[in-house]
Nanobody, 126 residues
């Protein structure tokens, strides 16, 4: 069964860091651009970052630009999201999903995408 599984979330103090992982099973993640999205309670899902198939093109939401870094290791069939300088407003469930080659699908229209993983909880609090 093809699926994406997220991990790496947790509780961290403001200013701290976490690294999330998105691992694929049942299919080759290398064939897809990959998007990270997040959803906080009572809020719409937001596209956070997207990385192209080759990894040479990335996109970031303004709210995380300069603090988050997306990367991929195709040999390990995994995409990562390094999150630094975390803020309380980053608290959400973070999920990953496939995207079109130019990140014009799930990244730009996350509410329309119906195959997000179960996600990993990130809580930023003192």
């Amino acid at each position: 069964q093809a699926q994406l599984v997220e991990s790496g979330g947790g509780l961290v103090q403001p200013g701290g860091s976490l690294k999330l992982s998105c691992a694929a099973s049942g299919f080759t993640l290398n064939d897809y651009a990959i998007t990270w999205s997040r959803q906080a309670p009572g809020k719409e899902r937001e596209g956070v970052s997207c990385i192209s198939v080759s990894g040479d093109s990335t996109n970031y939401a303004d709210s995380v630009k300069g603090r988050f870094t997306i990367s991929r290791d195709n040999a390990k069939n995994t995409v990562y999201l390094q999150m630094n300088s975390l803020k309380p407003e980053d608290t959400a469930v973070y999920s990953c999903g496939t995207d079109t080659p130019h990140c014009s699908g799930s990244y730009r229209y996350p509410a329309r995408y119906d195959s997000w993983g179960q996600g990993t909880q990130v809580t930023v609090s003192s």
